[in-house]
C-alpha cells in the first residue's frame, strides 16, 4: 500500500506483537546480560495487552490505534520501555490523524523519537532505543524525500535500525540499568535498540504485503 492507514496500523501492531512473541527469548536474553532479563516478557506483556485493548475498537484514522497502542504500554508495561515505547506511541499517534504518505509517516516516528528522547534524556551512542531508532527515521527521512514508495522506504528504514542495533555492541551504556554495568556494558548488544528494530522490521514487513 502506498498510503498508513488505519488497517496497515492495526497490521503493524499485530506484526509487533508477533515478533515481540517470537523474539521474546532473545529479548530477554540480552537484557539477561546487561540488564535484568525482563525485556522480552515485559514487551510480550504489553504488546498482548495493546492487542486486547485494540478488540473491538473501529478506527477511522491510524493514529486512534496508535494513541491506544500507547496508552495501554503505558499502563501495562514496567520497567523503562514501557513509558518509553508507550510515550513513543502516543505521539505516533497524535501525528498521523489521517492516512499517511512515507514523508508525513517519517514525520510521526519522528515525533516518536522526540518523545523517547524528552523522557529518557539519552543522546544517540548511549546504547540505548534512540540508537536504532535515530538512524531509522533518518532513513525514512531520506528515502522519502528522494521519492521513494512506502515500502521503499520502510525497507531503508529497517535496515537502518538493525544497523543501529547491531552498532550498540561496541557501546558503553549511559542510561538505565545497563549503565550501573560501566565498561562491563560493551561487547553486548542493547535489548531496546534490538526490539525498536523489531518494531521497524515490522513496518517494513506490512508495508510490503
Ligand atoms: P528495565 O531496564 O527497567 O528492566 P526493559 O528491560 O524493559 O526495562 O528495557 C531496557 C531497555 O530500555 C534498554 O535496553 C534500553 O534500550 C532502554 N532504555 C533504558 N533507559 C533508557 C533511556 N533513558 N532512554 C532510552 N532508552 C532507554
Ligand atoms: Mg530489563
Ligand atoms: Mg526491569
Do not use: M
Request: proline share 6%.
Amino acid at each position: 500500500p502506498q498510503l498508513f492507514d488505519s488497517s496497515l496500523a492495526e497490521a503493524w501492531i499485530r506484526a509487533i506483537a508477533a515478533a515481540v512473541e517470537k523474539e521474546r527469548a532473545r529479548l530477554t536474553e540480552l537484557d539477561s546480560a546487561i540488564g535484568d532479563g525482563d525485556h522480552g516478557s515485559n514487551l510480550q506483556r504489553g504488546f498482548a495487552a495493546v492487542l486486547t485493548a485494540l478488540e473491538g475498537l473501529r478506527p477511522t484514522d491510524p493514529g486512534a490505534v496508535l494513541t491506544k497502542a500507547g496508552t495501554t504500554l503505558v499502563s501495562k508495561v514496567g520497567g523503562a520501555s514501557g513509558p518509553l515505547y508507550g510515550k513513543a506511541f502516543r505521539a505516533i499517534g497524535a501525528a498521523l490523524p489521517g492516512p499517511a504518505g512515507p514523508a508525513a509517516l517519517a514525520d510521526a516516528l519522528a515525533a516518536g523519537l522526540d518523545a523517547v528522547r524528552a523522557l529518557g534524556k539519552a543522546e544517540p551512542g548511549d546504547k540505548t532505543i534512540v540508537d536504532a531508532w535515530t538512524p531509522a527515521v533518518a532513513a525514512l527521512r531520506d528515502a522519502a524525500a528522494a521519492g521513494a514508495t512506502l515500502p521503499e522506504a520502510a525497507a531503508a528504514a529497517a535496515d537502518a535500525a538493525d544497523r543501529g542495533a547491531r552498532d550498540t555492541v561496541p557501546l558503553q551504556a549511559r542510561k538505565g540499568r545497563a549503565s550501573y554495568l560501566g565498561e562491563r556494558s560493551i561487547g553486548h548488544q542493547d535489548p531496546g535498540a534490538t526490539s525498536t528494530a523489531l518494531l521497524f522490521r515490522a513496518l517494513a514487513d506490512v508495508t510490503a504485503a
